[in-house]
Nanobody, 113 residues
Framework: QVHLVESGGDLVQAGGSLRLSCATS????????MAWYRQAPGKQRDFVAH???????MFAESVKGRFTISRDDAKNTMYLQMNSLKPEDTATYYC???????WGQGTQVTVSS
């Protein structure tokens, strides 16, 4: 059974930074494009960013210039560095293997104003 294990969510003040991590198994990580999605209470789950095995990245317009996504192949881990956080970034953040039904359990990010 494949697991996606997220961590790094926290309560932070507006303007602050957080780094989320998502770890999975090597056989999944080395061939898969990985993504972050987020879901605020009462809203749909939205795309945030993705990264391919070759390192190509894509971001939602709402986070461009503030978030970066990276992957460490030695650790089978993907990261989401979030800077200049805003209250509207508050959500549960989910790790996802693109093209699959694999999702992490989510990690809560709360940004206070």
């Amino acid at each position: 059974q494949v697991h996606l294990v997220e961590s790094g969510g926290d309560l932070v003040q507006a303007g602050g930074s957080l780094r989320l991590s998502c770890a999975t198994s090597r056989d999944i990580f080395e061939i898969s494009a990985m993504a972050w999605y987020r879901q605020a209470p009462g809203k749909q789950r939205d795309f945030v960013a993705h990264i391919t095995p070759r390192g190509t990245t894509m971001f939602a317009e709402s986070v461009k210039g503030r978030f970066t996504i990276s992957r460490d192949d030695a650790k089978n881990t993907m990261y989401l560095q979030m800077n200049s956080l805003k209250p509207e970034d508050t959500a549960t953040y989910y790790c996802h293997v693109l093209g699959s039904s694999l999702w992490g359990q989510g990690t809560q990010v709360t940004v206070s104003s």
